[in-house]
């Protein structure tokens, strides 16, 4: 059976805004306090998700979570009607107030771990929402993920749902943006790649310094135990710890792969000769490319400012790959130049497709957080919530939808306006209906 990657790509919520929650992303550290414009991110989100639809993809939507979440607050102490829960937090914890009120859900790479099901023991799909126990504004998400992730996959014939590791630094857990899995074919029994920035059991191993390492090895190893996958499919690899501490808070922001392609930077991984040749030792038969980008090309920082490897592979319908990068890859110079070399080399990549994605960019997220890679077989996508993929008529209903509902521009203090609670509750009961998804917030039930 024919089988092909969709991208979910997380839609942006009615709340996006700059507080600087993420110690370790140096695009969320330097734009503290900056306005967004929920508007534009939205619409720029959405301008990705049409071009690849209209490419021929499969392109879904991942809905955004309910923010601010009064429910946490209510957790920590904030009492009386929301207005009041928002008004004390606002004064006396505004840094929670911010976390608890950011849209970074919509980093769908770092919703989960997804295995397809050529990979897995009991041949079906399995998804496991990842902890994001490093950021208190991101260990928030995963309850409603899941839910979410099961009102798009429901068939239990095709889908398994997983609860997110245990949350607890040890099992620190970021999801996609640190899984990529190489096959021939997408139907093919795959090799799956786990990259992680320590080990936690073991302290003798190295570390980064100045930056945390979100996510260990231990908790690789657990999403490979309960996905089913075959030992000798899987490869785990060590980030090198001084790319974390210049701002490589997650892996796909120095590699990417797809297919039979290992796109990363020279100073991407800790023993990079043995990562490569267990890759193609589990891999077997067929070319395999590694396409490694050296430091005198593009300096690290210049990857981590423009976002390089936070790009898209992207398998064309007839043929080859295109590269999906954000528009601050034409911006630096030495990056601008190595894409126009790349497509030269007769690699598969043979294309470059730019984005502009800048209200995402200050946030540290570029074309490749935006999405959440799901490989599917034909049987597999039928199952799959009709409503959810992208085409003329969602992205127009979604167009309107922002429209109606989002705000052109948003500071920290806006955070405590009751009325920004109410739009956003409002615009995702409509959205819940457009995208089919029953009553997966706590508002809702
Ligand atoms: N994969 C990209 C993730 C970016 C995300 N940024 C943030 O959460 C920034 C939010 C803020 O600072 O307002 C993160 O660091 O996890």
């Not at 923010?67 to 937090?89: C, I």
């Not at 260990?216 to 190893?221: G, I, L, R």
């Not at 993929?389 to 992205?395: E, P, V």
Request: aromatic share 8%.
């Amino acid at each position: 059976m024919r089988a092909f990657e969709a991208n979910f790509d997380g839609l942006v919520g009615p709340t996006h805004n700059y507080a600087g929650l993420s110690f370790g992303n140096v695009a969320s550290m330097g734009n503290e306090a900056a306005p967004s414009n929920p508007k534009e991110a939205a619409k720029q989100g959405l301008q990705k998700m049409k071009a690849l639809a209209d490419l021929g993809l499969y392109q879904g939507v991942l809905a955004p979570q309910e923010r601010p979440d009064v429910h946490t607050l209510r957790k920590l102490g904030f009492s009386g009607s929301d207005a009041e829960v928002l008004a004390q937090a606002a004064r006396q914890a505004p840094k929670v107030l911010a976390a608890v009120s950011s849209a970074s859900s919509m980093w769908t790479a770092n919703a989960a771990t997804v295995s397809p099901s050529a990979d897995t023991a009991d041949g079906r799909v399995h998804f496991t929402p990842a902890n994001l126990v490093n950021k208190f504004h991101r260990s928030t998400e995963h309850p409603v993920t899941g839910r979410i992730l099961q009102a798009m996959f429901t068939d239990e014939r095709h889908f398994a749902h997983h609860p997110a590791l245990p949350s607890v630094d040890h099992f620190g857990d970021e999801g996609a943006a640190n899984h990529t899995r190489f096959a021939q074919q997408y139907g093919d029994a795959g090799v799956e790649f786990f990259v992680f920035g320590k080990y936690a059991f073991d302290s003798r191993q190295p570390a980064p310094q100045r930056f945390p390492a979100r996510h260990t090895f231990e908790a690789s190893q657990a999403v490979a135990r309960l996905h089913g996958l075959n030992p000798a499919k899987v490869v785990y690899a060590q980030q090198n710890p001084a790319v974390i501490d210049a701002g490589v808070f997650h892996n796909d922001v120095i590699a990417v792969g797809n297919l039979n392609v290992s796109f990363y930077h020279q100073e991407a991984f800790l023993n990079t000769a043995e990562v490569n040749a267990q890759l193609r030792a589990a891999m077997g038969e067929g070319e395999f490319h590694f396409v490694e980008v050296p430091t005198a090309e593009v300096p690290v920082l210049d990857a981590v400012k423009s976002y390089l490897f936070n790009s898209q592979l992207i398998a064309l319908p007839d043929g080859g790959m295109a590269i999906v990068v954000p528009e601050e890859c034409r911006k630096t110079a030495s990056v601008w130049a190595y894409l126009n070399k790349l497509v030269t080399l007769g690699t598969p990549i043979r294309e470059v497709k730019v984005f502009n994605l800048t209200q995402s960019m200050s946030n540290g997220g570029g074309p490749a957080c935006l999405r959440l890679r799901v490989v599917l077989n034909e049987a597999e996508q039928a199952a799959v919530n009709p409503a959810v993929w992208m085409n003329d008529g969602l992205f127009s209903r979604l167009n309107g939808w922002v429209d109606r509902h989002y705000r052109d521009r948003l500071v920290e203090a806006d955070l405590a306006d009751p009325q920004l609670l109410l739009e956003s509750r409002t615009a995702l009961d409509e959205l819940t209906g457009i995208l089919a998804l029953g009553a997966v917030y706590p508002f809702q039930r």
